[in-house]
């Protein structure tokens, strides 16, 4: 568990990680995670561009990617809505 993380989210996050394999794609982890929080604890996390669609870091979300990492080994990537299309299905 990390201190920065709410009890709720890190459940959350140790159950995704349970059946998410190797898959290192960061949106694709963050929506199973957002999936299994209330509404409440959603607004923790960042949104996408509204014009790009890009995704961007808040610190709450790179305190995620650093925990997922520990508890996992999987460095989560975040990558671009082209690179995200091209893998799509992989994860």
């Keep these: 568990m990390n201190k920065n993380i ?3 989210i890190s ?4 159950f995704v990680a349970s059946y998410a394999g ?3 794609d ?10 299994g929080i209330p509404s409440k ?17 808040n610190d709450f979300e790179k305190n995620i990617i650093n925990y997922y990492k ?3 080994g999987v ?7 082209e690179e995200r299309r091209s893998l799509q299905n992989v994860c």
């Design 6 to 8: 709410p009890e709720r």
């Design 11 to 14: 459940e959350q996050i140790d």
């Design 22 to 24: 190797d898959c290192d």
């Design 26 to 35: 960061w949106v694709t982890i963050k929506k199973q995670v957002m999936l």
């Design 41 to 57: 604890l959603r607004k923790l996390f960042s949104t996408r561009d509204r014009k790009t669609k890009e995704q961007s870091l």
């Design 70 to 72: 520990n508890i996992t």
């Design 75 to 81: 460095d989560l990537k975040v990558r671009t809505l």
